[in-house]
């Protein structure tokens, strides 16, 4: 007669790829490095980089809640950077400037960034409405001042912590035994 809800734990997963890209080496790949980096160019100093990160979502059982992607600062920034959406078409070995998707959707933004800290970004509950399968994301900044993160080939790997709710149980509408005492 008595019985327990529990909400489910927190889900994390770990980059099945990631890679940053760099707009003055437009055909050089750097999926293999141990960090991400994302810079905006100026008029001096026109290099760019962004970073794409793909994560594949599984086990979710019910609506997402809230997600939040969690990355380890290896160089502070002052500008921070922002999160966007992006098409899963692309590989940890082979993108690059020149062939990586566009940034689409923007999901979340971050201020300046502390050294050798933990920093969370948080993400709409919306971009996981299609439930389980892959979702790519590349990180940008808007200012000049390089931020590094710690990549999945780095001490501290990039995660995403999705949390979800509780799948209602059934409703029992009537209940007529069998036999015997109830």
Not at 95 to 112: C, F, K, M, R, V
Request: hydrophobic share 35%; charged share 10%.
């Amino acid at each position: 007669t008595d019985f327990t809800v529990t909400q489910p734990a927190p889900l994390t997963f770990t980059p099945t790829a990631d890679a940053q890209t760099k707009s003055n080496s437009a055909t050089i790949n750097y999926g293999t490095l141990s960090t991400l980096r994302i810079r905006e160019g100026t008029p001096a100093n026109p290099t760019t980089y962004h970073s794409y990160l793909k994560f594949v979502v599984c086990g979710l059982s019910g609506p997402v809640t809230s997600a939040k992607l969690r990355v380890f600062v290896t160089d502070a920034s002052i500008n921070g950077g922002s999160v966007f959406g992006t098409d899963n078409a692309w590989v940890e070995t082979t993108i690059t400037w020149s062939n990586a998707p566009a940034p689409g959707t923007l999901h979340g933004s971050i201020g300046p960034l502390a050294l050798n800290a933990w920093t969370e970004i948080p993400l709409p509950a919306s971009v996981f409405t299609g439930g389980n399968g892959t979702y790519s994301f590349v990180l940008t900044s808007a200012g000049d001042d390089s931020a590094i993160f710690s990549s999945r080939e780095g001490t501290n790997r990039p995660e995403l912590i999705v949390e979800q709710s509780i799948v209602a149980p059934p409703t029992i509408q009537s209940f007529q035994p069998a036999s015997g005492p109830v």
